[in-house]
């Protein structure tokens, strides 16, 4: 009996056919291992999916290692958790975590604040929107990221902002730093700014401050 254990990345940026087939190509292939798609738009976003077939009914897999080529860089990479296991992402560049949060459903925002991470050389992991706290900052503790950047238009039915953002700082690293932008975050950029946050008005303006946290947060 084969046990599928699917295993999810949400890949950005300069993802190309050639690059997933390369990832196909390493994994090892006594593992019988498959990924599905098996292709990818350039400049766009795919969900991979591996599937890791057990060998008999007393084996299981306890572990995936998947290595994405450097030749064609792949500008970020997303997992989705599952339950009993555990991720890393290992990267020589700064990580910054990105996502919308709880209610939150317009995207635009964090996609956008996603690539401009990226153009500046950082490492993403987007989790994209209406994410809760606690994935958060596990996603922040797995991948060791050393920022991260919230994205918040006006608040939608539900919403609590200010609350997210002082969750999210209480439980965060004192290391990590927290950016939040949009004009929901706008609206409250003093109490925000009191919380812990620091609130990023443009796009021009992150990229900016995230230059010059890179040297510190890659020590």
Not at 26 to 38: C, D, E, M, Y
Request: charged share 15%; proline share 7%; net charge negative.
């Amino acid at each position: 009996m084969s046990q599928r254990m699917p295993r999810f990345a949400r890949v950005a940026g300069v993802a190309t056919i050639g690059a997933v087939a390369v990832v196909a190509m390493a994994l090892p292939a006594s593992a019988h291992v498959t990924v599905s798609p098996q292709s990818a738009p350039a400049d766009g976003y795919v969900q991979l999916s591996f599937n890791v077939p057990s060998e008999s009914d007393t084996a299981s897999t306890t572990k995936l290692d998947v290595q994405f080529p450097t030749a064609d860089p792949i500008a970020s990479v997303a997992v989705q958790p599952k339950a009993g296991w555990t991720y890393e992402v290992r990267t020589g560049a700064p990580r910054v975590v990105v996502a919308t949060p709880p209610h939150y459903t317009h995207e635009l925002g964090a996609l956008m604040a996603a690539a401009s991470a990226a153009a500046e050389g950082w490492a993403v992991t987007y989790l994209g929107p209406d994410l809760p706290v606690a994935d958060l900052v596990n996603a922040v503790g797995q991948s060791k990221a050393r920022a991260v950047a919230i994205s918040a238009v006006a608040q939608p039915e539900g919403g609590d902002l200010l609350e997210v953002l002082r969750d999210t700082r209480a439980r965060l690293p004192a290391d990590v730093t927290l950016l939040v932008g949009g004009a929901g975050a706008l609206e409250i950029r003093a109490e925000a700014e009191a919380a812990g946050a620091r609130v990023v008005e443009s796009l021009a303006e992150f990229r900016a401050l995230l230059l010059r946290l890179a040297p510190e947060a890659a020590e």
